[in-house]
């Protein structure tokens, strides 16, 4: 299994950017599909967006698409997600995970996904 960790968390003013990295460590990291959550108190973890393991296949959710991207630079070991055109309703606290699995059509959800980071918290606020 990965270890994950993030950062690049912040405050940032609505209609900012803001990048998160995914650092991975372990063996067999390109077996790994890494997907982004967040969550919000008293809500279910949110699929965000998520990458396979090769980098060649993404997918973004409906409330994300258009200002989120996904990427990731194996050689460094990082997934990042690039985060544009921030609204305070994108507030949470954003995690990586990772899974074997791979869905055509969308990103899998939080209990298809073995490994965890500890969060990272973005706060969008004027």
């Known amino acids: 299994q990965p270890q994950l960790v993030e950062s690049g968390g912040g405050l940032v003013q609505p209609g900012g950017s803001l990048t998160l990295s995914c650092t991975l460590s372990?063996?067999?990291?390109?077996?790994?599909?890494i997907g982004w959550f967040r969550q919000v108190p008293g809500k279910e973890r949110e699929a965000v967006s998520c990458i396979d393991g090769s980098g060649g296949r993404s997918h973004d959710s409906d409330s994300v698409k258009g200002r989120f991207s996904i990427a990731r630079n194996d050689a460094k070991n990082k997934v990042y997600l690039h985060m544009n055109i921030l609204t305070p309703e994108d507030t949470a606290v954003y995690y990586c995970a990772a899974t074997l699995y791979w869905s055509p059509t969308m990103c899998l959800p939080a209990h298809r996904h073995t490994t965890w980071g500890q969060g990272t918290q973005v706060t969008v606020s004027s």
């Open positions: 372990g063996s067999n990291l390109d077996y790994y599909n």
